[in-house]
């Protein structure tokens, strides 16, 4: 299997510097990799962005590390590589599915927080998703990322039936995801998660979750979320994670999972495996010599 890693901007012959490290890891567990201009994907100059990927002379199986991309720049990725017969683990549907948090809420539902979402930013909309969480404590997000980091003004509302507020934070949230807005607007109901400490950078609370990455349905590695807050020893037991991993139609995604105060684990969301980080805290060397592994069962690479 090759991993496409994107190149850096100031020179497209070496790897992002934020991925030197990975691309180490990879190439001590036996990947081969290539490198792409996420600057020229995102322009839509698929040609320029894959010249130096050489192309495969049989059909080989491959998987991109790198910065999030929207699913038509993921699309235009996928069929770009498909031309030199290399065929990415996730195809685009599959990519949009934990993508985008509605495509999948359905496949979690019964173990994540409730939600609903709209693609109409009219004060009515957002007034009628709103008013179905009475006024329990929600937050809003879009159809993938959050403004976490600007928790009190452009996340959290505390009662979802003060009309006044849910519009000053919605209104600030749309103005400083600006032209990233994802698709529409998610509301989720705010459940009270373990504290760990507060984000020293931000100030936004952190709690005690982990990401699982999972290949093939198979969990690869589980990490500490956060590089922040003392965790313990203590870890999420995965059975009940594993058998809904099985429904998700992805061959490499990610489960944000939680703990709340009260003790019960539940998915926060579901990511495609290619975009999502590695915290600071992971041992890359084991995540690649895991992701080998469970890789090298379908691939027989």
């Known amino acids: 299997m090759r991993i496409i890693y994107c190149d850096s901007v100031f020179d497209n012959k070496i790897i992002e510097p934020d991925y030197e490290k990975e691309k180490e890891a990879a190439i001590n567990a036996g990947f081969s990799f290539s490198l792409i201009s996420f600057e020229e994907l995102i322009d839509g100059k698929i040609t320029r962005s894959l010249r130096f990927v050489k192309e495969a002379e049989n059909t080989e199986f491959g998987m991109y590390r790198g910065w999030m991309l929207t699913p038509n720049q993921y699309e235009k990725l996928y069929n770009g590589l498909l031309k030199k017969n290399i065929e990415l683990v ?10 985008y948090l509605p495509n999948s809420y359905a496949k979690i539902v019964s173990k994540t927080p409730k939600s609903n979402w709209t693609k109409e930013l009219t004060t009515e909309s957002i007034l009628k998703l709103t ?18 980091h600007h928790w009190e003004t452009a996340c959290f509302i505390p009662n979802a039936s003060n009309s006044e507020n ?17 698709e529409g607007l998610v509301f989720r109901q705010f459940e009270e998660l373990e504290y760990l400490t507060e984000y020293s950078k ?23 979320y956060w590089d922040e807050g003392v965790y313990g020893a203590e870890k999420p037991a995965l059975e009940e994670f594993i058998a809904i991993a099985q429904a998700i139609d992805s061959n490499f995604f990610t489960m944000d999972v939680a703990k709340k105060k009260n003790g019960e684990w539940i998915i926060m969301e579901l990511g495609d495996g290619q975009v999502a980080g590695l915290p600071d805290n992971a041992d890359k060397n084991e995540f690649y010599t895991h992701l080998k592994e469970k890789t090298s069962l379908k691939t027989g690479s």
């Open 202 to 224: 931000s100030g936004m609370p952190l709690t005690k979750e982990f990401r699982i990455f999972f290949a093939n349905k198979e969990v690869v590695k589980v990490f500490n």
């Open 166 to 182: 849910v519009l000053a934070v919605v209104n600030k949230f749309i103005e400083l995801r600006g032209e990233s807005l994802n």
């Open 90 to 99: 996730n195809s685009p549907i599959e990519y949009t599915h934990c993508h």
């Open 131 to 148: 008013k179905a969480f009475g006024d329990n404590s929600i937050i809003v997000k879009d159809f993938v990322k959050s403004e976490k």
